[in-house]
């Protein structure tokens, strides 16, 4: 009985012990679970916290970074700003000097296509007046071509023109086709010379040969013409040497001019015979063209100046000798007057000697008696003490011609 209620006891205690237990592993398992669910609780805290952190951060990290990049933006609009407007300041000349030299292009573009203009314009004027030139020359080859009539006058008017051009008056300083001779000889041009001398000119010379020359097809026929151009100028120069202008006037120089109216007519012919010149001088003629002819009437012209300055100089010395003759006359009417004044001075001063002691003695004696004399006072009168300025350097000329003081000059 008492196994059983002992047994029972230990059973009930084992019973209540193992309620006992089992409430406390609940209980501990209730902690367990409140502790995991404090601890899940804590970490979604935890988790829940940082995430609002990191949101937060994120936020003020953003709003930051916002602020920091609206700074920055607006530094770098200011820096841009400031680096525009320095940049600026120093362009603005490098602005102007380019707009000055634009202005400056643009002018100089317009004055070229101005000048373009005006060149082209010159060009097309220099090509018509070629085209001129070259139809005038086809023109006169032509003509020259129909005879020596023509080559003649042609000759005569190339003359003609080089003593005009030279300063030569036609009729004064030259004449054309003067006879002499009683008719038998008629020079082209007689050249007056200072002093009264002259010399001949001759224009004729026959020009086909060279014509046909420059026609020529070949050099052989070519050469041909040429030399007997050389031969024809060459005979024209013996034709006018046996004239012998020069012995029928009086004041001439030995020799005639014989006129050849272009250089290279005459140097063609010079390159087929080079004595040419040498053979003219001995037969007393001077071959010319349009430039020596030019320079040797020059010379004619100076020799007219010089003698005009010498008459000039003798005129002067008349003019000179009878002006001196009129001053000789003024000077000696000047000296008589001069003389009359000195007279008249001593006249003067004789005249108020007399007055001061023989009148004015008398009349002051009337203020002395008290006699109105309605206030008027005598003056008083000095001698005139200046003298007359002699004619000392002109005295030679005095003594050269005095005339009387009434004479006229």
């Keep these: 009985m008492n196994a059983e209620i002992l047994l029972l006891v230990i059973t009930l205690a084992l019973a209540a012990a193992a309620v006992g237990l089992a409430v406390w592993a609940t209980a501990e398992r209730a902690r367990a679970d409140k502790a995991v669910l404090e601890a899940r609780l804590l970490r ?13 951060a994120a936020l003020s990290a953003n709003a930051v970074a916002d602020e920091l990049v609206k700074r920055a933006t607006d530094t770098f609009a200011a820096q841009d700003r400031l680096v525009q407007a320095k940049l600026e300041a120093q362009l603005k000349p490098v602005a102007e000097t380019l707009e000055k030299f634009q202005l400056q292009v643009t002018a100089a573009e317009k004055a070229r296509a101005e000048e373009s203009g005006g060149l082209k314009a010159q060009i097309e004027q220099l090509l018509a007046a070629s085209t001129a030139t070259q139809d005038e020359a086809r023109k006169l080859s032509a003509a020259l071509r129909r005879g020596a009539g023509v080559q003649g006058r042609w000759g005569e008017q190339m003359l003609r023109n080089v003593l005009e051009m030279a300063g030569l008056k036609a009729r004064v300083d030259f004449e054309e086709q003067m006879v002499v001779d009683a008719g038998a000889l008629r020079p082209d041009v007689v050249v007056r010379l200072p002093g009264g001398g002259v010399f001949v000119i001759d224009a004729k010379c026959s020009l086909n ?5 420059q026609d020529a097809l070949d050099e052989a026929a070519r050469e041909a013409g040429y030399a007997r151009h050389a031969q024809s100028v060459r005979a024209h120069m013996q034709s006018l040497a046996a004239k012998a202008y020069w012995e029928q006037f009086d004041a001439s120089p030995d020799f005639v001019v014989m006129f050849v109216p272009g250089d290279a007519f005459l140097a063609a012919a010079a390159e087929r015979i080079p004595d040419l010149y040498a053979q003219g001088m001995d037969r007393r003629v001077i071959l010319v063209t349009p430039s020596s002819l030019f320079a040797l009437c020059k010379a004619v012209v100076y020799g007219w100046r010089v003698e005009e300055q010498n008459l000039n100089a003798k005129q002067i010395v008349e003019l000179g000798r009878e002006l001196y003759k009129r001053i000789a006359a003024m000077a000696a009417h000047a000296q ?6 000195e007279t008249a001075v001593g006249r003067y001063n004789q005249f108020v000697g007399s007055l001061e002691s023989q009148v004015h003695t008398q009349a002051r004696r009337f203020e002395d008696l008290k006699v109105d004399h309605e206030g008027r006072q005598i003056p008083e009168l000095g001698p ?26």
């Design 44 to 56: 979604e805290q935890s988790a829940s916290g940082a995430e609002t952190l990191k949101a937060q």
């Design 336 to 341: 008589a007057m001069g003389k009359g004044l």
């Design 209 to 213: 040969a060279f014509l046909e020359a």
């Design 384 to 409: 005139i003490e200046t003298g007359i300025r002699p004619l000392t350097k002109l005295a030679p000329a005095l003594t050269l011609a005095d005339p009387a003081p009434n004479s006229a000059p």
